[in-house]
């Protein structure tokens, strides 16, 4: 490298470090990825803080009471209140009636929902819920499985077998989950935490690549419609200008994940959750920088021909939307990170920073996965940025109509 590139990546960067534009996204960054991996859950598992109240359809007029005392014993809210309310709505009308009367009631807003339990429930198991909401999976779950364990019950009874005696016998099972390293050492790891580290890793190398991604091309598109292109061309050839831009905005995502590190092992302090685990750090970085400077080419390769801001926006977003993909594989990779599907998608080079910072926390990859993918990932990046190059030096200086694709890869192929 010559002292040109390093002159446009200091230019580069300092330029970039001081606009409104990072400093705002380097603040809403951490704040995003926090609304997007935990707001939702935290949401989710946030209890009532007023009684609920139910309508119970209940033709068999053997499971209401039951039921009321179960789920009052096993559902409290504030204040010790019930968490559900039971209102009887098994009148000495016809069923038609009754759901009829049910609708009427949730329409008005006195009651959440109905459940309707059929004459044939202790043989066919099977319950009706109607409701405005039936998103509301928590009231379904907890309302099933109690009648559930009351069916149960029931057939024990009818079978002769004391029920009292199985409620002694069973035992709560609290399961602690102990995650072991390749060489054999204990560490208490929850769900939580193995999901957590899995995620902020993939969104981290998610969001630096498309923010600085995104600047690349905005920097190329603006100062070749402005003209300047020409004047730094006067000073720096086409390559020392495209790899000092790369190199400056690489140096910008260095930055933003080093701060966004200091931010997750403050909050791995605070909470003891081992969010960010050294050795799982320098590998992730690995991956984040390797798959940036391949990503960079990338926006390069489709940015530089463009002639407006809106072109290359519309051109990257469909390079965006592979960033995207590995997201759609995070149950999988949670529950089965060695399978065929997710090792073979590890070694694409688009998804491979992805994956594999996906996969790290959640189980350790084997050292030849990790050094094939490492070594797969390097050369596409060199070939990458060699096709990128190519393209780069005649775009930037081409103005007018953009080149179709066979004209790139005449390019690339005659230049």
Same mark, same amino acid.
């Given at each position: 490298?010559?002292?040109?590139?390093?002159?446009?990546?200091?230019?580069?960067?300092?330029?970039?470090?001081?606009?409104?534009?990072?400093?705002?996204?380097?603040?809403?960054?951490?704040?995003?990825?926090?609304?997007?991996?935990?707001?939702?859950?935290?949401?989710?598992?946030?209890?009532?803080?007023?009684?609920?109240?139910?309508?119970?359809?209940?033709?068999?007029?053997?499971?209401?009471?039951?039921?009321?005392?179960?789920?009052?014993?096993?559902?409290?809210?504030?204040?010790?209140?019930?968490?559900?309310?039971?209102?009887?709505?098994?009148?000495?009308?016809?069923?038609?009636?009754?759901?009829?009367?049910?609708?009427?009631?949730?329409?008005?807003?006195?009651?959440?929902?109905?459940?309707?339990?059929?004459?044939?429930?202790?043989?066919?198991?099977?319950?009706?819920?109607?409701?405005?909401?039936?998103?509301?999976?928590?009231?379904?779950?907890?309302?099933?499985?109690?009648?559930?364990?009351?069916?149960?019950?029931?057939?024990?009874?009818?079978?002769?077998?004391?029920?009292?005696?199985?409620?002694?016998?069973?035992?709560?099972?609290?399961?602690?989950?102990?995650?072991?390293?390749?060489?054999?050492?204990?560490?208490?790891?929850?769900?939580?935490?193995?999901?957590?580290?899995?995620?902020?890793?993939?969104?981290?190398?998610?969001?630096?690549?498309?923010?600085?991604?995104?600047?690349?091309?905005?920097?190329?598109?603006?100062?070749?419609?402005?003209?300047?292109?020409?004047?730094?061309?006067?000073?720096?050839?086409?390559?020392? @200008?495209?790899?000092?831009? *790369? !190199?400056? =905005? $690489?140096? &910008? %995502?260095?930055?933003?994940?080093?701060?966004?590190?200091?931010?997750?092992?403050?909050?791995?302090?605070?909470?003891?959750?081992?969010?960010?685990?050294?050795?799982?750090?320098?590998?992730?970085?690995?991956?984040?920088?390797?798959?940036?400077?391949?990503?960079?080419?990338?926006?390069?390769?489709?940015?530089?021909?463009?002639?407006?801001?809106?072109?290359?926006?519309?051109?990257?977003?469909?390079?965006?939307?592979?960033?995207?993909?590995?997201?759609?594989?995070?149950?999988?990779?949670?529950?089965?990170?060695?399978?065929?599907?997710?090792?073979?998608?590890?070694?694409?080079?688009?998804?491979?920073?992805?994956?594999?910072?996906?996969?790290?926390?959640?189980?350790?990859?084997?050292?030849?996965?990790? @050094?094939?993918?490492?070594? *797969? !990932?390097? =050369? $596409?990046? &060199? %070939?990458?940025?060699?096709?990128?190059?190519?393209?780069?030096?005649?775009?930037?200086?081409?103005?007018?109509?953009?080149?179709?694709?066979?004209?790139?890869?005449?390019?690339?192929?005659?230049?």
């Amino acid at each position: 490298m010559n002292n040109k590139i390093f002159e446009v990546a200091a230019w580069e960067f300092g330029e970039k470090v001081k606009s409104k534009a990072f400093i705002i996204s380097l603040v809403l960054m951490p704040l995003l990825i926090i609304a997007v991996a935990f707001l939702p859950t935290m949401f989710a598992m946030q209890e009532d803080t007023s009684p609920t109240t139910i309508g119970i359809i209940d033709p068999t007029h053997q499971l209401i009471n039951p039921l009321d005392i179960k789920l009052s014993h096993a559902y409290r809210i504030v204040h010790n209140q019930p968490n559900y309310i039971l209102r009887n709505l098994t009148e000495e009308k016809s069923i038609d009636q009754e759901k009829e009367h049910a609708n009427q009631l949730i329409a008005s807003g006195e009651i959440e929902g109905c459940f309707f339990i059929p004459a044939s429930i202790f043989d066919s198991g099977k319950v009706e819920y109607r409701a405005k909401n039936i998103g509301n999976m928590k009231i379904q779950e907890r309302f099933s499985y109690t009648i559930e364990q009351l069916i149960v019950e029931h057939r024990f009874l009818a079978s002769g077998v004391d029920t009292s005696l199985i409620h002694k016998l069973q035992a709560n099972v609290d399961v602690k989950s102990i995650k072991l390293s390749s060489n054999g050492e204990e560490k208490e790891s929850g769900f939580v935490e193995t999901f957590a580290g899995a995620y902020i890793n993939l969104l981290m190398i998610m969001f630096m690549v498309l923010t600085s991604g995104q600047l690349l091309v905005r920097s190329v598109v603006e100062e070749k419609s402005n003209r300047v292109i020409e004047v730094l061309l006067s000073s720096c050839s086409a390559h020392d @200008l495209m790899a000092g831009k *790369i !190199l400056g =905005l $690489s140096g &910008l %995502g260095i930055l933003q994940m080093f701060i966004y590190m200091l931010i997750g092992i403050a909050v791995s302090l605070k909470t003891n959750a081992p969010i960010f685990v050294p050795e799982n750090l320098i590998l992730t970085i690995l991956y984040a920088l390797l798959g940036y400077v391949f990503y960079a080419a990338i926006f390069v390769t489709v940015g530089a021909p463009a002639n407006t801001e809106q072109e290359a926006q519309q051109i990257t977003s469909y390079v965006s939307m592979v960033m995207v993909i590995p997201i759609g594989f995070m149950v999988v990779a949670l529950q089965h990170p060695d399978s065929t599907v997710v090792k073979v998608l590890s070694f694409i080079p688009f998804l491979t920073p992805s994956l594999m910072a996906m996969r790290i926390p959640i189980q350790m990859p084997a050292p030849w996965e990790i @050094l094939s993918t490492l070594a *797969i !990932l390097t =050369l $596409s990046m &060199l %070939g990458m940025m060699w096709v990128a190059g190519k393209i780069f030096r005649l775009a930037i200086l081409s103005y007018g109509k953009r080149p179709s694709l066979g004209e790139l890869f005449r390019w690339i192929r005659e230049s």
